[in-house]
């Protein structure tokens, strides 16, 4: 089964690159998580996201609005995510626990459902 594992980390975190051992620390952690699951073979894809330049798109009586990152409450970044391909949900769970973001912030596992084609 595949799920995504979406990565949530309060705002903060981004500010602990600022300092370099801080954020070597910090790197250093995700490249350990991602070098497990990609050594153990379940990960598929996965990318790192720029939050903080992001932008929110709504449509409010017809007219689009839009909303950078920078004006949203900071309270926590998508900072990124990736596909894995797991037998059980539990063991989905499993490598989210390990996630560096499930102890600052969290980790939402959502399963990965078929393509619906025309």
Same mark, same amino acid.
């Given at each position: 089964m595949e799920f995504v594992l979406a990565f949530q980390q309060p705002a903060y975190v981004h500010e602990l690159y600022a300092d370099p051992l801080q954020g070597q620390q910090v790197s250093l952690?995700? +490249? +350990?998580?991602m070098g497990a699951m990609s050594a153990a073979g379940v990960m598929r894809s996965g990318a790192q996201l720029?939050?903080?330049?992001g932008r929110t798109v709504r449509v409010q009586d017809g007219q689009r609005q839009v909303q950078d990152a920078a004006s949203q409450p900071a309270h926590a970044l998508f900072g990124g995510y990736v596909v894995i391909d797991v037998e059980t949900l539990e063991q989905a769970l499993d490598w989210a626990e390990r996630s560096p973001a499930s102890s600052a912030g969290y980790t939402q596992v959502i399963p990965v459902l078929p393509a619906i084609r025309a």
């Open positions: 952690a995700w +490249q +350990q998580y720029d939050a903080r330049n």
